[in-house]
């Protein structure tokens, strides 16, 4: 099985700023994710990150409140821009290949003050 | 586009009893599901899926579920609850292999001693 790892873990940021989170998998995947999970809410899927193009956000995400990346097959980042208090959730990667499980991350937990 | 019905947020079983989580599910393509466990202040564990093979899927500490298309449902079972088995429960569905998953609201399951 595939071990991601995400940084920062937890974070602490002003509203108005951006973070930056990172998801580096320890093998070469053909899926990516990212999801969002808000306080007691269950997780929902803010975009597919798409190895050497844009991403394909899913409905009420946009590329410029999350921006992503996705260099090659085992790295992506997504950003939180111009961050409000609503945005403050546990923050997920999800990496997987066709015809195995997805495996998450342990999850970035943000706190926007 | 595929959606997750979680019956019940809560469920509080003695220790030594039946588990019992449902799931139901819509797709629009004959899915793959999903449940995944996540223990307070920690990521996504898969405790199985259900990828069109045998429709009874036994997954890790003694959970198991049960595909009925009749029924749309995919309900997760133990047949003795454990103190650890306390956490949170997701039931997932994803549509095809290249699909992020859509999450059910999730159920909190209670142990009593």
């Known amino acids: 099985s595939a071990v991601i790892s995400q940084k920062p873990s937890r974070d602490i940021c002003q509203r108005g700023t951006s973070l930056t989170i990172q998801c580096q998998v320890d093998?070469?995947?053909?899926?990516m994710f990212w999801y969002r999970q808000q306080p007691g809410q269950s997780l929902t899927l803010i975009a597919t990150?798409?190895?050497?193009?844009?991403?394909?956000?899913e409905s009420g995400f946009v590329i410029d409140k999350f921006p992503i990346s996705r260099p090659n097959l085992t790295f992506s980042t997504l950003t939180v821009s111009n961050m409000s208090p609503e945005d403050s959730s546990i923050y997920l990667c999800?990496?997987?290949?066709?015809?195995?499980?997805?495996?998450f991350g342990q999850g970035t937990r943000l706190t926007v003050v | 586009a595929q959606s997750v019905t979680q019956l019940g947020s809560h469920v509080s079983v003695s220790e030594g009893a039946l588990v019992l989580l449902r799931c139901n599910y819509s797709?629009?393509?004959?899915?793959?599901l999903f449940w995944y466990v996540q223990y307070p202040n920690q990521g996504l564990q898969l405790l199985l899926k259900?990828?069109?093979?045998?429709?009874l899927v036994k997954g890790i500490n003694g959970f198991e579920a049960e595909f009925k298309k009749s029924e749309t449902s995919f309900h997760l079972t133990k047949p003795s609850a454990h103190m650890s088995d306390a956490a949170e429960y997701f039931c997932?569905?994803?549509?095809?292999?290249?699909?992020?998953?859509?999450f059910g609201k999730g159920t909190h399951l209670i142990i009593q001693p």
């Open positions: 093998s070469q995947v053909t899926m």
């Open positions: 990150a798409n190895q050497g193009s844009e991403a394909t956000y």
């Open positions: 997932a569905v994803q549509g095809g292999g290249a699909d992020g998953l859509t």
């Open positions: 797709s629009s393509v004959p899915p793959y």
């Open positions: 999800s990496a997987d290949s066709l015809n195995t499980e997805a495996f």
């Open positions: 259900y990828t069109s093979a045998a429709t």
